[in-house]
């Protein structure tokens, strides 16, 4: 089992001064733009050479400025899936997943990986003529096809279409378990960094701010949950499917929301603005809203005329009020609520 | 005279073509690729014989290779056809080159690189195809320009019937005789040729 391990600091492009530890299974890179996301990547990949620091994937030391160690590019065995993955469009599907096979009948090997990624039908298509999830799928096979020992990804999912994101999303999950290799997913797309994560660690101007789990860093009032802007980001577990409606677990807390396109037992993510929910003293009876939730407040913050609930769930859940509407309702930490939601208000 | 001028022009074109295509794929590779100091200083000069007089360039040439310089057996001969042609077909293939290679998406040789390609497979099972119709759009220029090369050829060359008069020295050589059938069938000859290269190279363009 191999750990990569990623000391840097400072690079020509970027004052990065990041550490860096991933485990097998899938480390988000989570950050705004310009908090040096991508030059942490292609340090790793040794596109790039950081001032200082320390590269290490398992027992083989990548990058030592120390001891004057800058193993090359080529003999790194670091994947990278690039952002909208361009498969070389001037080959094939099965020769674009060969190229990096390093032994053994490359056309065989090239066959079953289009197969474990679900991609034999496009075997003979150009790289030039897919769809964004066909590119992504055959960008994983190639990569993985070349037995790495670690992998990049660069917002592997933000191109994509609803259908084509849960799909692929589903397939990185089922690689990162059979692959036992860590897995660096950069991204500034919380919905993906909480769909795909299984730690994150939040980067701001060129530095670690915090590491944990998506789930705890990116819910109302964690350590990355500005970044995430007022929209509540949900990590759901599908429990029951209905025509109309369905029935999700945030975690502790059961919602219904409106029809998702996945089955049971699945893990979904939604998106839940802080502007759709409503705060209620005590119990409503004759509203459409389909989730009457009874929470507590944990915290309240004013910016800008606005004031920012954080009510617990106990999943926490930010929702946000008028100045006038907070003093009305006496809304202060410990106070009891009922927050209503429509099904609809949560989007997949 | 025009069967012997129109065999030597092609000739000279082919062989300049040639030439011309592996260091014009170098030095437009290497400048678009590598950011150095001086490296527009370097464009410059390899772009010169484009706006030079093909005189002065032939000139330059005959004192750089003649006797004055480095003394070598080429002036008036087959191959200072091939040079002139080569010299100032040169820039086309060079600045084609140059935008083909910058136009390339610079992740895809990363990827190659990840993927434990050695640099000369990523130049030729990655890089060359995907820049290929630049390069294609390049060579069909440089064609053309080799075979239309006059002033650089007849100062380095010679305009020597039968072993360095090619079609466009043969042309003047008709118009300064007053024959006039034979210029003028000349010239619809390199007229046509150029005409057939300019659609090649829209339909190469074209072809995406």
């Not at chain 1, 009922?338 to 949560?346: C, D, G, N, R, S």
């Not at chain 2, 294609?136 to 380095?156: K, V, Y």
Request: charged share 20%; with cysteine.
């Amino acid at each position: 089992m191999s750990v990569l391990s990623a000391a840097i600091h400072g690079t020509a492009a970027f004052p990065l001064d990041v550490s860096l530890r991933a485990e097998p299974g899938i480390t988000v890179v989570f950050g705004p733009s310009g908090s040096g996301k991508s030059t942490l990547m292609r340090a790793i990949l040794g596109a790039i050479r950081p001032s200082a620091g320390r590269i290490a994937l398992g027992e083989r030391v990548l990058f030592d400025s120390e001891r004057g160690i800058d193993v090359p590019l080529r003999h790194r065995r670091v994947g990278i899936v690039f952002q909208d993955a361009e498969p070389f469009p001037h080959m094939d599907a099965r020769r674009n997943v060969a190229f990096g096979v390093r032994s053994g009948d490359r056309a065989r090997r090239a066959d079953s990986w289009l197969a474990r990624v679900g991609a034999s039908a496009l075997a003979a298509r150009r790289g030039a003529v897919l769809s964004g999830g066909e590119r992504q799928r055959i960008a994983l096979a190639r990569a993985l096809a070349a037995e790495p020992e670690a992998l990049l990804l660069d917002e592997p999912l933000s191109g994509l279409e609803l259908a084509s994101r849960e799909q692929v999303g589903a397939l990185l999950r089922t690689l990162r378990r059979e692959a036992r290799i860590p897995f660096v997913l950069v991204t500034h797309d919380p919905r993906e960094a909480l769909r795909l994560g299984d730690r994150l660690v939040y980067l701001e101007r060129g530095r670690v701010v915090a590491e944990g789990t998506p789930a705890e860093l990116l819910a109302p009032g964690g350590a990355a949950a500005h970044a995430a802007g007022s929209t509540n980001w949900l990590r759901a577990t599908v429990i029951e499917i209905r025509s109309d409606e369905a029935r999700v677990d945030l975690g502790g807390t059961v919602v219904v929301t409106g029809p998702l396109p996945a089955p049971p037992g699945t893990i979904v993510d939604l998106a839940l603005p802080a502007e759709e929910p409503i705060l209620a003293r005590g119990e409503v009876a004759g509203v459409s809203a389909r989730n009457s939730l009874p929470g507590i407040v944990s915290s309240l913050t004013e910016r800008e005329g606005v004031v920012s609930v954080i009510v617990a769930t106990p999943v926490p859940l930010r929702i946000h009020v008028t100045p006038e509407s907070a003093r009305e309702l006496g809304l202060a930490p410990g106070v009891k609520v009922i927050v209503l939601v429509k099904a609809t208000a949560f989007r997949p | 005279m025009i069967a012997a001028a129109l065999s030597l022009s092609v000739q000279v074109a082919i062989v300049a073509t040639i030439l011309v295509t592996i260091a014009g794929t170098l030095t437009g590779r290497a400048l678009a690729r590598r950011a150095f100091r001086g490296r527009e200083v370097v464009d410059t000069l390899l772009t010169l014989p484009l706006v030079l007089p093909p005189t002065v360039t032939g000139y330059a040439l005959l004192v750089l290779l003649g006797r004055s310089g480095l003394g070598l057996p080429i002036p008036f001969t087959w191959v200072a056809c091939v040079v002139a042609a080569a010299v100032m077909s040169f820039p086309l293939m060079h600045r084609a080159a140059r935008v083909a290679f910058e136009e390339l998406d610079p992740r895809h040789t990363l990827t190659a690189a990840s993927l434990g390609a050695t640099r000369l497979r990523s130049f030729f099972a990655v890089e060359l195809p995907l820049a290929r119709r630049g390069l294609a759009a390049g060579i069909a220029l440089s064609f053309a320009r080799g075979l239309g090369e006059f002033g650089a050829t007849l100062l380095l060359a010679g305009n020597i019937p039968g072993r360095t008069q090619t079609l466009p020295l043969a042309v003047y050589e008709a118009s300064l005789t007053g024959d006039d059938r034979a210029a003028l069938l000349l010239c619809l000859l390199l007229t046509g040729v150029s005409i057939a290269v300019l659609l090649l190279v829209a339909r190469i363009g074209r072809s995406r």
